[in-house]
């Protein structure tokens, strides 16, 4: 079913704008003319538009109004490859309405939101005081990659143009099932490591003139996977340690291995930092094995957002209002999932929630949503909007 046979009555700015954002083949860190389009419609709206071109990566900062309440919304217009095209029903560049769902890339990883948010935006900017607040959009190509110049990038010049957020609405994918039943106010950090382990090659019939790396290895890994790390809470998920690769090189059956390169990847909770969290790998590996080395990478940083009744607006309870007007019920607080662009933005000064579509479907084959799940964020989006800056 195509989208112009939707009943007139619905509100579907939303639903065009998401066609025509998806229609771009804008993998990471292509833009693929997202953000000029997006940069097009706001201009139109009143807003201040910025592109940045940050080693490969488009950054598009627009600005509204000039109040003392700093709001942003924060999203990407990348998405992850489709994989084999073969598997698809349809293009994934080009999206399909069928039985009430958009199919395509970025259905649900995040074009969705950021449609959602431009018709929210064209609904309420009429409503909305310049003198009360300032209204960001915060966009990067580049969050399904490395992250290093999208959102970071954004968080650092906004930093030093002495702009500091107050709170930070992200549009990833945060429901389970249905728009509204799930926020996220917080997530886990993630920290890669690579750990080798050394020893003596020999022959496997005279193992006391060799030193086996994969018996050594096997004594750091035990070491790692059994550390008591702490449980977590009811708000928040615990820190758990995976080992995600070991290689020892080339293979003989009748030769001890010498070396042993070992990968994992930590996910940690607030109580941790990357600072904290890599010291303590280290000594947990050390004392087992005080010759292995080890090295990090891809860090992401632990940030957790709790109501704040001191705040002249508490986004958490704002959303969680405007929810309840769309759906007649109030969210699941969460924590649950990846990484997020969102630990860029957090601070104990700057609010940050997550509030989306239906994960289920992210980076799959024939990646959806239902209509509605992206009307209802619309309606949010715009309560959200005139509840923080409306007159």
């Known amino acids: 079913m195509s989208v112009h046979s939707l009943p007139s009555v619905l509100p579907a700015r939303s639903i065009h704008f998401a066609e025509v954002l998806m229609a771009r083949e804008s993998v990471t860190p292509i833009d693929a ?9 706001l201009e139109k709206l009143g807003f201040v538009c910025e592109k940045h071109k940050v080693n490969g990566v488009k950054n598009l900062i627009a600005k509204w109004g000039h109040g003392p309440l700093h709001f942003a919304f924060s999203g990407h217009t990348d998405v992850v490859p489709p994989g084999p095209l073969d ?33 929210a935006t064209e609904r309420t900017i009429a409503s909305m005081d310049k003198n009360k607040v300032s209204y960001w959009w915060l966009i990067t ?37 249905h728009t509204g039943d799930t926020i ?16 003596k090659q020999g022959h496997v019939a005279y193992p006391k003139t060799a030193i086996n790396a994969i018996h050594k290895a096997t004594k750091v890994v035990t070491a790692l996977t059994q550390y008591p790390f702490d449980t977590g809470s009811d708000d928040f998920p615990g820190t758990t340690l995976q080992i995600t690769h070991m290689d020892t ?56 957002n709790k109501p704040n009744n001191n705040a002249e607006v508490c986004l958490i309870t704002c959303i969680e209002k405007a929810i309840k007007s769309a759906t007649g019920r109030y969210p699941v607080v969460s924590t649950s999932g990846g990484t997020s662009d969102g630990r860029f933005f957090a601070s104990e000064s700057t609010q940050v ?13 024939n990646e959806h949503i239902h209509l509605s799940d992206l009307l209802t964020l619309e309606d949010i989006y715009a309560d959200v909007l005139l509840n923080v800056g409306g007159r």
Request: glycine content about 8%; proline content about 4%; some cysteine.
């Open 87 to 119: 598997k698809w029903k349809s293009n994934p560049f080009c999206p399909v309405i069928s039985q009430n769902k958009l199919y395509g890339r970025g259905a649900a990883d995040m074009k969705t939101g950021i449609a959602a948010m431009l018709a």
């Open 184 to 199: 996220k106010i917080g997530r886990r950090g993630s920290l890669s490591g690579t750990i080798h382990v050394t020893g």
């Open 249 to 304: 090189g080339s293979f003989t059956d009748n030769i001890v291995p010498s070396a042993v390169r070992i990968e994992f990847n930590v996910r940690y909770s607030w109580h941790y930092n990357q600072e904290s969290l890599s010291t303590l790998l280290r000594e947990v590996i050390n004392s087992v094995d005080t010759q292995a080395t080890v090295s990090f990478s891809r860090p992401c940083e632990a940030y957790l």
């Open 353 to 365: 929630v997550e509030v989306g579509v239906p994960n289920t479907t992210i980076h799959q084959v």
């Open 33 to 41: 003319g997202c953000q000029s389009y997006l940069m097009y419609k």
């Open 141 to 177: 190509s580049d969050e399904e990659g490395e992250a290093e110049w999208g959102s970071r990038w954004i968080a650092e010049y906004l930093s030093s143009q002495n702009v500091h957020l107050d709170m930070c609405l992200v549009g990833e994918p945060s429901a389970s099932s």
